[in-house]
Nanobody, 125 residues
Framework: QVQLVESGGGSVQAGGSLRLSCEAS????????MGWFRQAPGKEREFVAA????????MYGDSVKGRFTISRDNAKNTVFLQMNSLNREDTAIYLC??????????????????WGQGTQVTVSS
């Protein structure tokens, strides 16, 4: 049974940092791309970042480029999201997701087949 469990969310003031973790179980971790998405109340799910299994390359949503960094530790079956220079617009539930290799390395949420429950990030000014 595939499980993705996020942690590390919380409340932070604008300009601060948080590091999210997503621990995966029930899958061969290094056979999948992994992505982070976020969803704010009343808004559609937004792509944040993804990391390519094969070569470790990364991609980011325009709103987080230069501030967020995605990384993974295959030995620990964990993917991370380092978030710096947070602002109020980053407030959302952050979810990690598994992307099967055959669907390609993509920012499209529809290509990811398993999702975690999410962790809340709240940024106050």
């Amino acid at each position: 049974q595939v499980q993705l469990v996020e942690s590390g969310g919380g409340s932070v003031q604008a300009g601060g940092s948080l590091r999210l973790s997503c621990e995966a179980s029930g899958l061969t971790f290094n056979n999948y791309h992994m992505g982070w998405f976020r969803q704010a109340p009343g808004k559609e799910r937004e792509f944040v970042a993804a990391i390519n299994w094969h070569d470790g390359s990364t991609m980011y949503g325009d709103s987080v480029k230069g501030r967020f960094t995605i990384s993974r530790d295959n030995a620990k079956n964990t993917v991370f999201l380092q978030m710096n220079s947070l602002n109020r617009e980053d407030t959302a539930i952050y979810l990690c997701a598994r992307g099967p290799l055959w669907r390609g390395f993509t920012s499209a949420a529809s290509a990811y087949d398993y999702w975690g429950q999410g962790t809340q990030v709240t940024v106050s000014s």
